[in-house]
C-alpha cells in the first residue's frame, strides 16, 4: 500500500538543494499554505532577509523587509509541543499569534524558548549545509535567496 500522507518541500538555494519534510499531523493549515504558495512560484527569488548565526535563517518576504507577505489570509496559530531545534522550519509571525502568513524561519541550531509560541510546518532532512552557507546578517549585505521552491 502507497503513503500518500507524506509531503516533501525541495527548496532550491544558490548553495544546493534543501529537502523539507512537510508536517501536516502539526500544522495542516500551515502546510498547506507553504505548499500552496511554494507551487504558485511564491517563493522563487525571495531573499532571506534575517540570517542571524546560530539561531535561524529567515525568509518567505515578496518584498525582502521582512515586512511584507502574500496576498492571503493570515493563519490561525497552530502550535505544538514539537521542539525547535536544528534543521526545524516554523512559521514567522508579529506579536499576534494568529498574523503567520508566508514568512518562515529554519533554525540552525536549539531554540527552545520559541516552543508552543510559533508553528512548526516542517523539518529539513537533507541539504541544511546549504542553509548553513546562507550569508548573514539583519539584513546580509549580499542576501541569499530561494531559486526555487516546490511541493511534491
Not at 534543501?18 to 498547506?32: E, F, N, S, T, Y
Not at 512559521?91 to 508552543?116: G, K, T, V
Request: aromatic letters at 8%; proline letters at 7%; glycine letters at 12%.
Amino acid at each position: 500500500m502507497v503513503d500518500h500522507t507524506f509531503h516533501q518541500l525541495t527548496m532550491q538555494l544558490e548553495a544546493g538543494e534543501v529537502a523539507i519534510k512537510l508536517r501536516p499531523d502539526l500544522a495542516p493549515g500551515h502546510v498547506a499554505r507553504i505548499a500552496e504558495l511554494a507551487n504558485e512560484g511564491f517563493y522563487d527569488g525571495v531573499l532571506f532577509h534575517r540570517v542571524i548565526d546560530g539561531f535561524m535563517a529567515q525568509g518567505g518576504d515578496p518584498t525582502g523587509t521582512g515586512g511584507g507577505g502574500s496576498e492571503k489570509p493570515d493563519l490561525k496559530a497552530e502550535f505544538s509541543k514539537e521542539p525547535h531545534v536544528r534543521g526545524i522550519c516554523s512559521m514567522a509571525r508579529s506579536s499576534d499569534p494568529n498574523s503567520a502568513n508566508s514568512q518562515f524561519f529554519i533554525c540552525f541550531d536549539e531554540a527552545r524558548f520559541l516552543d508552543r509560541k510559533y508553528t512548526i510546518w516542517g523539518e529539513v532532512i537533507s541539504g541544511m549545509e546549504h542553509v548553513d552557507a546562507l550569508p548573514k546578517g539583519e539584513p546580509p549585505r549580499k542576501p541569499g535567496k530561494i531559486v526555487s521552491m516546490r511541493a511534491a
